[in-house]
Nanobody
């Protein structure tokens, strides 16, 4: 069973940086994509940043230029670093991993989520 464990959340002051870590229970090479999503109170969960197994990255418009997603392959971790945090960045941040497998002619997608870590940006 895949486990994703987030760490690094908490109370952050407006304008300060944040670093989140996600530790996977196995090799991150098992996943096609890994990423960070967040959910603010009363809002739907949204993608913040994601990284493919090939190293391609994708960011939400709201964090472009402020966020960097990276992988630490030796530690089976995915990291999210954000600068200049704003109150709008407040929410529960979830680590996500996606694996797509070929079985004959069919593709099977498996998706995994961490338990989430709360980030609160105070103004």
């Amino acid at each position: 069973q895949v486990q994703l464990v987030e760490s690094g959340g908490g109370l952050v002051q407006d304008g300060h940086p944040l670093r989140l870590s996600c530790a996977a229970s196995g090799s991150i090479f098992n996943f096609n994509n890994m990423g960070w999503y967040r959910q603010a109170p009363g809002k739907q969960r949204e993608m913040v940043a994601r990284i493919s197994s090939g190293g391609d990255t994708d960011y939400a418009d709201s964090v472009k230029g402020r966020a960097t997603i990276s992988r630490d392959v030796a530690k089976n971790m995915v990291l999210l670093e954000m600068n200049s945090l704003k109150p709008d960045d407040t929410g529960v941040y979830y680590c996500n991993a996606v694996r797509v497998q070929n079985k004959g002619w069919e593709l099977f997608k498996s998706e995994y989520w961490g338990q989430g870590t709360q980030v609160t940006v105070s103004s």
